[in-house]
T-cell receptor, first 110, second 119 residues
Framework: KQEVTQIPAALSVPEGENLVLNCSFT??????LQWFRQDPGKGLTSLLL?????REQTSGRLNASLDKSSGRSTLYIAASQPGDSATYLC?????????FGTGTKLQVIP | NAGVMQNPRHLVRRRGQEARLRCSPM?????VYWYRQLPEEGLKFMVY????????ESGMPKERFSAEFPKEGPSILRIQQVVRGDSAAYFC?????????????????FGPGTRLTVL
């Protein structure tokens, strides 16, 4: 059974700082790893999807990496902004099923 | 191309009533997934459906919950005789038919969710 863990559970940083969010998964037999953003009371916004054959994906100030062998993924956010404040979820895509982590709640302080 | 649509966005029910949540997948998508997010918890997989077929319902509670995805119309998540513990956000996601030779699952696109409150 796949288990996905995200550390830290909460993070508070000053504006402008670079930061890393961590995601680990127990079953390395995944097809992809997806990072989402969720604002309070809102739905999910897909940020980046890394297929199992890839090592990383980049979009703007975001960079996500995937190391299947060690069961880890990281989301790097450069030059953080107050608008980045949200909960970030990683999701491990297995066969016909996606398992979510419990998220990292990020607060960027102006 | 409209995204995944869910309605209603907010639903209030009294204990014992029925709740029906609807999900219209993105155009061209034939796979639908339902997830539940309890307060202060992560998203939990509930069920995976294709048209007229339940593929995986391992995350569905054994009683009171059912899901369908008919040939025509939206996917429906039905909760009978709701209890306070059913209060949660219910998210639907859709994905396209896998490309020929593509082994794995496709990116899932999520709807805005339905927030169910049971009084």
């Amino acid at each position: 059974k796949q288990e996905v863990t995200q550390i830290p559970a909460a993070l508070s940083v000053p504006e402008g700082e670079n930061l890393v969010l961590n995601c680990s998964f127990t079953d390395s037999a995944i097809y992809n790893l997806q990072w989402f953003r969720q604002d309070p009371g809102k739905g999910l916004t897909s940020l980046l999807l890394i297929q199992s054959s890839q090592r990383e994906q980049t979009s703007g100030r975001l960079n996500a990496s995937l190391d299947k062998s060690s069961g880890r993924s990281t989301l790097y956010i450069a030059a953080s902004q107050p608008g980045d404040s949200a909960t970030y979820l990683c999701a491990a895509g297995g066969y016909q099923k996606v398992t979510f982590g419990t998220g990292t709640k990020l607060q960027v302080i102006p | 191309n409209a995204g995944v649509m869910q309605n209603p966005r907010h639903l209030v029910r009294r204990r014992g009533q029925e709740a029906r949540l609807r999900c219209s997948p993105m155009k061209g998508h034939s796979h639908v997934y339902w997830y539940r997010q309890l307060p202060e918890e992560g998203l939990k997989f509930m069920v995976y459906l294709q048209k007229e077929n339940i593929i995986d319902e391992s995350g569905m509670p054994k009683e009171r919950f059912s899901a369908e995805f008919p040939k025509e119309g939206p996917s429906i998540l039905r909760i009978q005789q709701v209890v306070r513990g059913d209060s949660a956000a219910y998210f639907c996601a859709s994905s396209p038919v896998p490309r020929e030779g593509f082994l794995g699952n496709n990116e899932q696109f999520f709807g805005p969710g339905t927030r169910l409150t049971v009084l």
